[in-house]
């Protein structure tokens, strides 16, 4: 039995110790915003906060997530700067990546409030868009770190 906090919620699993955290998240949760691509920990469509930080759910085991906080993309809120940053910049094309493009940014603005482009370009380079909306991700987190007062927090 293992016990996971997933949106500030226990959830108590009868799951395989070494099964991906994205597994237990989408089939035992039924959480289908965090989304399997790649499975190697390449792509970021999975990506997760563990504890504050954007991890790739597809490489962390449930045991390796017990005791800690996870928070899925339903579990940010529908108003964070982020969130409306992307829909008022239009970002998504097909829309595949962009809940694991929204956790990778929010993390990332709560460590650096006021980037660069290039701070930018590093912090989502291991988050693939293969519709290539990259300069309006782009201006979407410049947009939202204007909307939390460069102050990186929501």
């Given at each position: 039995m293992i016990t996971l906090n997933i949106n500030d919620k226990n959830y108590q699993l009868?799951?395989?110790?070494?099964?991906?955290?994205?597994?237990?998240?989408?089939?035992?949760?039924?959480l289908t915003g965090t989304k399997y691509s790649c499975g190697i920990g390449e792509c970021g469509a999975c990506t997760v906060h563990i504890d504050g930080e954007a991890t790739s759910s597809c490489q962390?085991?449930?045991?390796?997530?017990?005791?800690?906080?996870?928070?899925t993309i339903e579990g940010l809120p529908e108003l964070h700067p982020v969130r409306l940053a992307w829909i008022e910049d239009e970002v998504p094309q097909c829309g595949y990546c962009?809940?694991?493009?929204?956790?990778?940014?929010?993390?990332?603005?709560?460590?650096?409030p006021n980037p660069t482009d290039i701070?930018?370009?590093?912090?989502?380079?291991?988050?693939?868009?293969?519709?290539?909306?990259?300069q309006r991700i782009r201006r979407a987190i410049h947009n939202a770190s204007d909307k939390m007062g460069k102050g990186g927090k929501s």
């Open positions: 009868e799951v395989e110790e070494d099964m991906p955290l994205l597994w237990v998240i989408r089939e035992h949760i039924n962390v085991t449930a045991k390796e997530a017990e005791g800690k906080k996870i928070t962009h809940s694991g493009q929204i956790m990778q940014a929010t993390a990332f603005l709560s460590e650096n701070d930018i370009n590093l912090a989502m380079s291991g988050n693939t868009c293969r519709c290539g909306t990259y």
